[in-house]
């Protein structure tokens, strides 16, 4: 009999301040599959579980059972009515296809629905009940987790990314993978060390000055005997529950003691360098006049309004500024403003339009909504295939797009909020980047994966918006230290 593997791919990271929810619609038009649709379009991208595709495919006495894979742009929580379909779905299938001998988890780490603060360690918990305790559970997860103790205490492991911007996605998939494969072959039997640390940690690349002595660090325990992995979450700080933060995950071949020791210098070690964990922004004036004075091209990201954060993808601070300086050679990436698209399909390529421009979520935050007479230089689906090592292989998908000529600059008008991180955005839309004087995007690392080959001056911004990058911006209601 093959042994059989349930594999789940639910992923959201959730920002409580957003105001828009991950509904159906908001997972509808990202990525919805469901049964035998998960693993043919899967494939074709390189995510968690199509590593766990991958190394499962030589076994012939293992059977890879699909429930879903689902995936929405970061926002507000998730719905209900998500959660609960998610959930019966997965009960259909062990219900349906059991017994099974392990479990694949494909998510985040970060997800907050109705009703279940803790998205996935309610989730793991529910498979628990279903499958007992016998049986592994493993799971990828994205570097900026919120790791509960629930989730420590119903997973078998936890493999959280290592970098960011996000460029080994497979590879931990992978690693997920090759441990679930020794566990089933019983030539191992995993034991994980859990410490949470209630620090909220701003937004650091893993290559900064403050974070690169722990990934050192993280590197040479894992190299003493018995060691399976040590890693480390960043936390996500927007998603407003009691367990944000930090944490370390160690992973031995069956000796508790070890992990427990391992995890115990790995936690001490991070809340040494707490102080400094800490990110600095340059203000949109100061940004502005280093990107005027510098060669080439320069890349100003605003993290704050970051999509892939949660925020609305509509803020027009950056443009504003542009206008009331007179700078010309910018191309934005985006301006969320479905209405505004309407209104240049209708009239063409190639006509004039009078606009009042993005800004629409939230005057304070977004900065309303600006008075603009525009070109409209293209319309597009907003459909392009992302080639960067972030979400490599994916088609993201924009909505309806115009392209528009605002007093010498270029903006990307989108009916769809997304993360602009993949350089490929201007490309698909017919503006060459390193032609540019400014790029400006609404991302607040990844963009950096694939940015660099154009730019090799980036600079943060931290302006109105509902993902500011910075923890001390948000008033929150739930987090305990």
């Not at 507000?76 to 694949?104: C, H, M, N, S, W």
């Not at 049986?135 to 290592?162: G, W």
């Not at 900064?208 to 050192?216: F, G, H, I, M, T």
């Amino acid at each position: 009999m093959k042994k059989k593997i349930l594999t789940v791919q639910f992923r959201h990271e959730t920002n409580t301040f957003a105001p828009k929810p991950a509904d159906m619609q908001a997972f509808r038009c990202n990525r919805f599959f469901v049964g035998e649709e998960v693993f043919p379009n899967v494939r074709k991208m390189r995510t968690e579980l199509t590593a766990c595709l991958d190394l499962f495919d030589t076994r012939e006495d293992v059977e890879l059972v699909p429930t879903v894979a689902l995936y929405a742009t970061p926002c507000g929580p998730v719905t209900e009515e998500v959660y609960d379909f998610v959930t019966r779905q997965i009960l259909t299938v062990i219900r349906k296809e059991g017994p099974f001998a392990g479990v694949f988890l494909d998510i985040h780490g970060a997800m907050v629905a109705e009703g279940h603060p803790d998205g996935e360690g309610d989730l793991m918990e529910l498979l628990r009940r279903e499958l007992g305790w016998e049986i592994p559970i493993v799971a990828s997860l994205d570097l900026h987790a919120n790791v509960t103790e629930k989730m420590a205490r119903c997973a078998s492991a936890l493999f959280p990314y290592n970098t960011y911007p996000h460029v080994d996605m497979y590879e931990t998939g992978m690693a997920v993978a090759k441990l679930l494969e020794k566990t089933l072959d019983g030539k191992m039997q995993p034991a994980m060390a859990y410490r949470r640390i209630p620090f909220l940690q701003p937004l650091l690349s893993h290559e900064s000055e403050a974070l690169r002595p722990l990934y050192e660090l993280a590197e040479k325990l894992s190299q003493t005997p018995g060691v399976v992995s040590v890693r480390f979450a960043h936390g996500f700080f927007p998603a407003d529950i009691e367990e944000m933060g930090m944490s370390v995950m160690v992973i031995t071949e069956g000796n508790a003691s070890l992990a427990e020791k391992t995890a115990d210098t790995l936690a001490d070690a991070i809340r040494e360098r707490i102080p400094l964990l800490t990110a600095e922004y340059m203000d949109l004036d100061s940004a502005l006049d280093i990107a005027l004075r510098e060669e080439g091209t320069v890349t100003l990201a605003d993290a704050s309004d970051n999509p892939g954060a949660g925020g609305m993808g509509d803020t027009t601070h950056i443009l504003k500024r542009l206008l009331e300086r007179g700078i010309t050679g910018a191309a934005i990436a985006i301006i969320l403003d479905p209405e505004s698209v309407k209104a240049c399909i209708a009239a063409g390529e190639g006509s004039l339009v009078q606009l009042q421009l993005g800004g629409w979520s939230d005057p304070v935050y977004s900065g309303g909504p600006l008075g603009v007479t525009a070109k409209v230089v293209k319309l597009t689906d907003g459909k392009f295939l992302q080639t960067g090592p972030v979400q490599h292989g994916v088609i993201v998908d924009f909505g309806d797009t115009a392209v528009l000529e605002i007093a010498g600059n270029l903006v990307l008008v989108t009916s769809l909020s997304r993360q602009p991180f993949d350089i490929e955005i201007f490309y698909s839309h017919g503006i060459d980047p390193a032609k540019q004087k400014i790029l400006v995007t609404k991302s607040s690392i990844h963009y950096r994966a694939t940015f660099c080959k154009v730019s090799k001056t980036m600079i943060p911004l931290a302006l109105g918006g509902y993902a500011s990058p910075i923890p001390g911006n948000y008033t929150y209601k739930n987090w305990k230290q």
